[in-house]
């Protein structure tokens, strides 16, 4: 099929495309690497009236260091973001995140602002960005807001952005000394949306396991934060085994007329033990 009619634009700033975004409201819509966008209005699920191309906004294609935070750009392409030097260094599971997502081809036109923008439940950054703490920078024609991840999602491919809203990057406290991370999905097929997937990072002094931090996707609305029933303090040999059951108890997991909950259920205690097993080896 081919997309509705819509007209367009590709302004070469912020500013100029907030003003386009204040002008059109409602019926306009922004386009980065069009690697959900583009599908959905070809089916005619989405018909925007106008479009507004930014990938001439060269500012927010960047990755840097500000105080104890990495700022990535809304337009960093999926494959920038894995294999960037400062992401790998500060934000290494982010960088990771964005390595396993889809395919060599969508990696190099996807964004991490669509990624976040879409807000699909399966996907790998808005999870990581998630258990990371991070905050989503949002400007407007009416100024600049931080809000945490935690805040941003509000439903299946829903978010509080409005309508005359931007998102401008992505702001990840770095890691810590002794900070370790693990990352786990499981996907039918290589490149697929995953059935679950499980983020997690902690900080590990000898066999004392503190601040524990662990997101699921794929199974819930929006990327869920499950880290309030894992045990902190001295780690034995039952330790793994209880986290993981414990995480999976806790999943609000919906039933969907593909997968059973249950099978899901059963996914997401292998995928945080595995996780948290990565965290424990990683943490240094």
């Not at 966008?37 to 927010?60: C, F, S, T, W, Y």
Request: charged share 20%; glycine share 8%.
């Amino acid at each position: 099929m081919k997309p509705a009619r819509f007209s367009y634009e590709a302004p070469t700033s912020v500013p100029e495309a907030l003003a386009a975004l204040a002008a059109r409201g409602d019926a306009a819509k922004i386009i980065a690497g069009g690697q959900s966008l583009a599908p959905m209005m070809n089916m005619r699920i989405a018909q925007p009236g106008h479009l507004i191309d930014i990938n001439r906004v060269k500012e927010l294609a960047q990755i840097r260091l500000d105080g104890d935070m990495l700022v990535c750009g809304a337009l960093v392409r999926h494959a920038e973001l894995a294999r960037d030097l400062l992401a790998r260094t500060h934000a290494p599971m982010l960088a990771y995140a964005a390595s396993t997502i889809g395919h060599y081809a969508i990696r190099q036109r996807g964004t991490l602002g669509g990624s976040l923008a879409h807000a699909d439940p399966a996907a790998q950054l808005p999870v990581a960005a998630v258990v990371l703490d991070s905050k989503v920078e949002v400007a407007s024609e009416n100024g600049r807001k931080l809000v945490p991840a935690t805040e941003f999602f509000s439903s299946i491919f829903t978010t509080i952005l409005e309508p005359h809203e931007l998102i401008v990057a992505l702001h990840v406290p770095v890691a810590r000394p002794r900070k370790g991370w693990g990352f786990r999905l499981f996907t039918r097929r290589a490149g697929d949306f995953a059935l679950a997937l499980v983020a997690c990072t902690l900080v590990r002094t000898g066999e004392i396991v503190e601040d524990v931090r662990l997101a699921v996707g794929g199974v819930a609305p929006t990327p869920v934060r499950l880290d309030g029933g894992i045990q902190h303090g001295l780690r034995d040999a039952g330790w793994l085994t209880r986290a993981a059951r414990a995480v999976a108890t806790a999943a609000p997991i919906e039933e969907n007329e593909r997968i059973c909950a249950e099978y899901r259920r059963e996914l997401i205690e292998a995928l945080a033990h595995d996780a948290l097993a990565e965290a424990l080896e990683s943490a240094t």
